[in-house]
Structures are given as structure tokens and as C-alpha cells.
């Protein structure tokens, strides 16, 4: 199997993986009282959306070889189902 059958599955691992390692990151600088810890009970949600918001941009700019490598492997099928929708519009038109 060619590294291209895998990489949508790579990179969505690697991107939970980011998104993982800020969480943790996020969660002990709350802890440690570096950062607030939100409002009332909304702690685990704060650090969350904290966590969300900083993985975003990480996993733009650290797997941008992997977000290529997943796109040469989708585009291809999306290409297929297009010419299939269109076969099937013009054999309903006919």
C-alpha cells in the first residue's frame, strides 16, 4: 500500500494528536494557575475551546505536507463522483 491510501487517516491522527498535546498543555497551565480556569463550573469547556483555538493554526502551518498528501488522495475520488453525477443528469435529461 502506497503512503497516499493512508494519509487522510495520518493526517486526521496527526491533527487529533495536536489538538491532544494542547489540551494537556492548556489544562496544566490552568492548573498551575498560569491561565484563568473560566467562570464557575465551565472549566473543562475553557480549556477545550482554548485548546481548539490554538491547535488550528499549529496544524495549518506543522502539517501542511500531510493536508497535500490527503488532498491528492481525495481529490481523484471526488473527480469520479462528479463525472458520475453528471453521466447519470445527462442520461435522466436524454
Known amino acids: 500500500m502506497s503512503s497516499k491510501q493512508h494519509a487522510t487517516l495520518r493526517y486526521t491522527a496527526m491533527r487529533f494528536g495536536i489538538f491532544a498535546g494542547c489540551f494537556l498543555v492548556v489544562w496544566g497551565l490552568t492548573r498551575l494557575q498560569i491561565l484563568p480556569s473560566g467562570i464557575g463550573d465551565s472549566h473543562i469547556i475553557w480549556v477545550l475551546l482554548l485548546a481548539l483555538i490554538l491547535s488550528a493554526p499549529l496544524s495549518f502551518i506543522l502539517l501542511r505536507k ?29
Not at 488532498?71 to 447519470?88: G, M, W
Open 66 to 94: 500531510q493536508r497535500d498528501r490527503m488532498s491528492e488522495e481525495v481529490a481523484p475520488r471526488v473527480e469520479r463522483v462528479k463525472e458520475r453525477l453528471t453521466a447519470n443528469q445527462a442520461q435522466e435529461d436524454a
